[in-house]
T-cell receptor, first 113, second 113 residues
């Protein structure tokens, strides 16, 4: 079974530029999560989707971050404009439902210079 | 406020030793306590998890001990191997969720041959 696919694997941008990350969850998984993992820290949840609806975006910096899952399958996370402190690994995870095990992708490493 | 506190930050043991990683939590509403293992360049992977109605759970060489009254739980790795060298994260969730997680800061484990 294919795992959670994320692209790109690495991205370097200048501050104030915009960037987008893409996630394709495991087939059939209705729940999708985006996490931010700053170097040396544990992942922090940014947003949780159930199908194409947002369940929890309480920790998403909405002035610069946005995410969508229009058809309830793949998802994109966008940052506009990026700040230096956004440098992190952005992890996507998916699960069959909110009360089942979440599987993580390999992440996208973002460096803002 | 850090809701899940993990210690130590790093740990070095000899092959065959029993590393112990500890976590403490604040919110008594948490009802799911997983441990994740993360290798460099990879996403976290679920290792073992426990719910608060159980005081201990074993899966292979990995054991979770849970102390509800003290609001603490720990991971023990029996007969540790160099391949266990990784970063370990404890986490917590509530409301039956297994993917909407609050992570600790992580423990970098190194098992020397």
């Amino acid at each position: 079974e294919a795992g959670v696919a994320q692209s790109p694997r690495y991205k370097i941008i200048e501050k104030r530029q915009s960037v987008a990350f893409w996630c394709n969850p495991i087939s059939g998984h209705a729940t999708l999560y985006w996490y931010q993992q700053i170097l040396g820290q544990g992942p922090k949840l940014l947003i949780q989707f159930q199908n194409n609806g947002v369940v929890d975006d309480s920790q998403l910096p909405k002035d610069r971050f946005s995410a969508e899952r229009l058809k309830g399958v793949d998802s994109t996370l966008k940052i506009q404009p990026a700040k230096l402190e956004d440098s992190a690994v952005y992890l996507c995870a998916s699960s069959l439902g909110p009360n089942t095990e979440a599987f993580f992708g390999q992440g996208t490493r973002l460096t803002v210079v | 406020q850090q809701q899940v506190k993990q210690s130590p930050q790093s740990l070095i043991v000899q092959k065959g030793g029993i590393p112990i990683i500890n976590c403490a939590y604040e919110n008594t509403a948490f009802d799911y306590f997983p441990w994740y293992q993360q290798f460099p360049g990879k996403g976290p992977a679920l290792l073992i998890a426990i719910r608060p109605d159980v005081s201990e759970k074993k899966e292979g060489r990995f054991t979770i001990s849970f102390n509800k009254s003290a609001k603490q739980f720990s991971l023990h790795i029996m007969d540790s191997q160099p391949g266990d060298s990784a970063t370990y994260f404890c986490a917590a969730a509530r409301g039956g969720s297994q993917g909407n997680l609050i992570f600790g800061k992580g423990t970098k484990l190194s098992v020397k041959p």
